[in-house]
């Protein structure tokens, strides 16, 4: 089946230690999203790359990163985790305008991030 | 971009309808409402979407009044599965669709 795969569902890693997070996707939808949810709180969005174009939301941390090598591919950098990073990270995509509004966003089933 | 409030939480009964209305006072003309669905540890599902009136598919209806500044996402006759978070979203096609704000969502528990 045509999906979004995150891996690895469950990451731990230490205060101020580097983190990649990746997303996959067999889908061929040009759009992807990254999403940050913190417990019992609505995904907020992160940024989101249109092809190769990325979009980054006016209020996110500097210390949040992403690459797209490929259509494909999507990784989320976390440069100097802190203990109020820990949270799910939720990938998504989408076709863009009218595909958006008829297929919606399909969103992998997230990595939990622990910072130690 | 439109924001959304929605009831913090609903509790209903096994075959019940659920009813659960959204309010979207600013949304804009270009602007679609969806609807989706969360289960703990796992990414949203999109329901269903719509611009005004009623929309129906296999697993829910949405109505939107003239005005459309609210939304009622209807389930019919729920079952245990169904307690879920379920978050109303309003999509921009103006910006293509790509930027929108997931409001608080309601968190419906489903009792046998």
């Known amino acids: 089946d045509a999906m979004v795969i995150q891996n690895p569902r469950y990451q731990v890693t230490q205060f101020g230690k580097p983190v990649t997070l990746s997303c996959s996707q067999t889908l061929n939808h040009n759009v992807m999203y990254w999403y940050q949810q913190k417990s019992s709180q609505a995904p907020k969005l992160l940024f989101h790359y249109y092809d190769k174009d990325f979009n980054n939301e006016a209020d996110t941390p500097d210390n949040f990163q992403s690459r797209r090598p490929n259509t494909s591919f999507c990784f989320l950098d976390i440069r100097s985790p802190g203990l109020g990073d820990a949270a799910m990270y939720l990938c998504a995509t989408s076709r863009e305008g009218q595909g958006v509004l008829n297929y919606g966003y399909t969103f992998g089933s997230g990595t939990r991030l622990t910072v130690v | 971009l439109a924001k959304t409030t929605q009831p913090i939480s609903m509790d209903s009964y096994e075959g019940q309808e659920v009813n659960i209305t959204c309010s979207h006072n600013n949304i804009a003309t270009n602007d679609y409402i969806t609807w989706y669905q969360q289960f703990p540890s796992q990414g949203p599902r999109f329901i269903i979407q719509?611009?005004?009136t009623k929309v129906t598919n296999e697993v829910a209806s949405l109505f939107i009044p003239a005005d459309r500044k609210s939304s009622t996402l209807s389930l019919p006759r729920v079952s245990l599965s169904d307690t879920a978070v379920y978050y109303c979203?309003?999509?921009?096609?103006?910006?293509?669709?790509?930027?929108?704000?997931f409001g608080a969502g309601t968190r419906l528990f489903v009792k046998a």
């Open positions: 719509g611009y005004k």
């Open positions: 979203l309003v999509v921009p096609l103006s910006t293509g669709g790509f930027k929108t704000i």
